[in-house]
Structures are given as structure tokens and as C-alpha cells.
């Protein structure tokens, strides 16, 4: 070899060694927001670092920057799968297997987000920082403990009752000998956990961080799936009568479109802003066609389209969905800077969790109250109610309805019908354990603890 072709190589050879270098060291650089480490939890600012740390979890693309909410939207009925991505059609068909990546990357990322407020928890009481008040510590400690039980709520929902890791550590790799907890086991550390942010949180209006409110509005939730109901109208309640902090804004598209944030109907919402939040919402790329720079994964069904297209069903809520030249397409999620908000909390649901559980107390007549307010803000004519002819059945048919199209492309539809018991009549699932997803594969290989759903 000629030794110019020699000193050629060897430049070459440098510059890829540079390069790989760089690149390692890129990787391993952990996110700004990011603590794990018991000794950073110090002060003042890292306490707060920590608490934006548990946020960033909270809406990173495997939760509910995407891949946690989808598992709630292609589950239902609403959508069709237009992609390659295999696992994907595993949820609109029904048949998802252990090794399917979303339901990976959610396990994942929910247990950052546990793990990273069970840092704060632990750390951020000890600190004696002149700095940290105790307004300030009561406040990032309660976030933190909503945040960890909406993602063991969470957990419950998708998986059942799950291993419950109160303590931190340094790595998810080193969670062992824990067994799974039964899922009333379960709800009851999400319900320890959300009276405790109860007490510490402000009494506060903050869309987009956890507050008393945003605590009594995930508890509304909680008490619907538990069905207690009484308690569930309750706490509804209280949100509802805020109408100065939390309106129903007409039109329906008001509280999503112009690229409006924190709108007056958001309870708890992510809002991508790099000051708070690092990286992007995931969502659009999925819901966007392609002459919109999408990949339009998935698609409003006929079924739907039919309903959300009928003005007398519908109303205005036909401002979910759009149309190409020849595609239909959900359009909640529109923005090409990558920042439309995760919705995780909002009045309009409050609204129908009060009127579900009035329906299930026998007070039909309140319950429609409620349903009708929902129905008038999307352009729609009310429902009478009748004292002689309205039954509780046709009441909660009326409100699952509505749910369906208040909430089409939000973490809802899938969820619903299960906790129901009606997801066998409405999406024909006669075999119980599919209402369940699989402990992902990969870490029953890793935890000989973790037991595998039934029928995976």
C-alpha cells in the first residue's frame, strides 16, 4: 500500500474514532432535568430540578406523550391502522403480545416517573434549605405524590395490580424481589397517595402543574372506577361549581385549536415548553398525514367518521377530524413544532363522571342535567328526560355515547368499556384476560418476581 494511501486511512480511521468518541459521550449525557442520584436532592434548586425531573417522565413519549394514551384510543373503536407498524394493529384487533414495544416503553417510562417521585419524596423533607419553604416543600412533595399515584393508577388500568416501589433507586435494573400487589392493593396506594397531595398541594389554579384541585379532579376518576359514588359526584362537584376556573368554552374546538394552551377547560394538562418540559410531544406524527409532514399511522374509522360527521350526534365536535384531497384524519394533535399538550385532565369530564354516577345513584334527572351540558356545548339539542319512561340502562347508554365522542382521541374509549363491563358487547372481547395487557416479556425475563398476566 502506497504510504499516501496509508496516511489517507489512518485520517480516516481518526475521524471515525473521533466521531464514535463524541457520539458516546453524547448519549451518555443524562437529560437536564433528570435526577436520580440520592446526593443531588441538596437544596432549594435541585429540589425543584427534581420535581420538573418527575414532569419530563410524566410526558415523555412512552407515557403520555404517546404511547400510554394510544394504548386508550387504538383499543376502542374508533380509529384504523394505516401503518407498518405491526404491534400497532395488535391493539385495534385485540390480540397484544408480550412482546409488543408500546406496551414495553409504557412499563418503562411509568416506573421513571415513579422512580423519580419517589426520589423527591424521600429527599426533598430533609433538606434545610433557607430557600425551600415549607409552602415551597408541601408544594413539590404533593406534586410528587400526585404524580406517582396517577401513574399507579395508570398502571392499574393497563396492567392490574403491579409491583409498588415507594422507595427510590438508583437504577430501574435493580428492582427485585418485589412481588405484584393485587389490584385493590393496588388503587389503595394510588388513594394513600392522592390524600397525601390532597393535604400538601396549593389551593391553587395552575393548569399545568399539580394542585388541591387537580388532586380532587384524578380522585372524581379514581372513585368512578372504584364505583363509589357517591364520592366520585362529590369530588366532581367541586370542580364543576368553579365555573369561573374551569367553563365549558363553546365552540368544542375552543379548548384545542389556534394553538391554544392552558385553555379555561384544562385541569392538568402537559404543555411542551422547553423552559419546563425537555423534548416534544410524539403525538402528531402519528395522527398527521403525510402532506402535513405525518406518517398517519392510524385513521378515524367509518363508524365514527359517520358519527362525528353527524350534526345531529356529533354536533360541532366534527372538528376532531379533517380531510385530504382523499384521507381522513384525527386532528387533535396538529402542531408541527411538536408542543400540542398532553390532555390528561379536563372539566368536561367531570361533568360525566358526576352525571354517571348520579345515573348509578338513581338520580336520572341530575344525571341528565350534567350529559345535557356536555351536549349543548358541542351544538346539541338536549335529551329529555322522562320520569315515566328513563331507565338507569338507557341513561349510562347515553352517556357512554357521549363519552366516546367528547373523548375520541384522548386515553378514554378502551378504558371505559372495560371498567363497564362492556367491552364484550360493544367490541365483541368474550375472553376476559385480553381486558388486561401482558406484562411486557422483556421484563418478566429479567424479574423472576413478576408474574405474567393470565392467558399470555
Known amino acids: 500500500m502506497k504510504r499516501q494511501e496509508i496516511n489517507r486511512l489512518q485520517a480516516i480511521l481518526l475521524i471515525v474514532f473521533l466521531i464514535m468518541n463524541s457520539c458516546s459521550k ?9 435526577v436520580s442520584d440520592e446526593i443531588t436532592i441538596t437544596d432549594a434548586a435541585s429540589a425543584q430540578t427534581s420535581v420538573r ?7 415523555s413519549s412512552g407515557y403520555y406523550g404517546r404511547s400510554f394514551q394510544s394504548i386508550g ?4 373503536d374508533n380509529l384504523q391502522f394505516t401503518g407498518t407498524v405491526v404491534y400497532n394493529q395488535q391493539f385495534i384487533i385485540h390480540n397484544v403480545q408480550s412482546d409488543n414495544g408500546t406496551i414495553s416503553s409504557v412499563w418503562t417510562a411509568i416506573y421513571k416517573a415513579i422512580d423519580r417521585a419517589n426520589h423527591a419524596i424521600e429527599k426533598i423533607p430533609a433538606i434545610t434549605d433557607p430557600k425551600l419553604t415549607s409552602t415551597l416543600k408541601d408544594q413539590l412533595i404533593g406534586e410528587a405524590y400526585f404524580i406517582r399515584a396517577l401513574a399507579y393508577f395508570d398502571l392499574a388500568r393497563v396492567y392490574g395490580g403491579v409491583q409498588l416501589l415507594t422507595k427510590p433507586t438508583s437504577s430501574l435494573e435493580n428492582i427485585t424481589e418485589t412481588k405484584r400487589s393485587s389490584l385493590e392493593e393496588t388503587y389503595n396506594q394510588v388513594k394513600s397517595d392522592l390524600e397525601n397531595a390532597e393535604n400538601l398541594l396549593p389551593n391553587t389554579l395552575n393548569r399545568v402543574r399539580a394542585t388541591k384541585k387537580t388532586a380532587w379532579a384524578l380522585f372524581a376518576r379514581y372513585y368512578l372506577y372504584t364505583k363509589e359514588w357517591d364520592k366520585a359526584s362529590s369530588y366532581a362537584t367541586q370542580l364543576i361549581e368553579e365555573t369561573t376556573n374551569y367553563p365549558l368554552i363553546a365552540p368544542y374546538n375552543s379548548w384545542f385549536a389556534n394553538n391554544i394552551v392552558a385553555s ?34 392510524w385513521i378515524p374509522n367509518e363508524d365514527f367518521l359517520q358519527l362525528i360527521n353527524n350534526p345531529l350526534i356529533g354536533g360541532n ?3 376532531l377530524v379533517a380531510k385530504t384531497a382523499s384521507t381522513w384524519y384525527g386532528n387533535l394533535y396538529y402542531r408541527s413544532n411538536g408542543t400540542d399538550p398532553a390532555y390528561v385532565l379536563r372539566i368536561a369530564e367531570q361533568y360525566l363522571i358526576r352525571a354517571e354516577a348520579f345515573a348509578e345513584q338513581g338520580n336520572l334527572e341530575a344525571a341528565y342535567e350534567d350529559l345535557n351540558a356536555i351536549r349543548n356545548r358541542a351544538g346539541l339539542e338536549a335529551i329529555g328526560y322522562k320520569a315515566s319512561s328513563t331507565t338507569k340502562e338507557t341513561t349510562l347508554l347515553a352517556i357512554e355515547n ?6 375520541a382521541f384522548e386515553p378514554h374509549r378502551w378504558f371505559d368499556l ?15 384476560k385480553k381486558y388486561l395487557m401482558p406484562i411486557p416479556l422483556v421484563e418478566i425475563k429479567v424479574d423472576k418476581w413478576l408474574e405474567q398476566n393470565p392467558g399470555y
Request: hydrophobic residues 30%; negative net charge.
Open 26 to 34: 453524547f448519549l451518555e449525557v443524562e437529560p437536564k432535568n433528570y
Open 53 to 59: 425531573g418527575i414532569y419530563d417522565a410524566l410526558a
Open 73 to 76: 384510543y387504538l383499543s376502542g
Open 264 to 297: 379555561p377547560e384544562s385541569i392538568f394538562e402537559l404543555s411542551y415548553d422547553p423552559a419546563f418540559i425537555t423534548g416534544n410531544s410524539a403525538h402528531r406524527n402519528s395522527w398527521q398525514p403525510t402532506e402535513n409532514g405525518g406518517i398517519k399511522d
Open 317 to 319: 365536535r366534527n372538528t
Open 402 to 407: 357521549e363519552r366516546r365522542l367528547e373523548f
Open 418 to 432: 372495560v371498567r363497564t363491563g362492556r367491552a364484550a358487547t360493544v367490541l365483541g372481547i368474550t375472553d376476559t
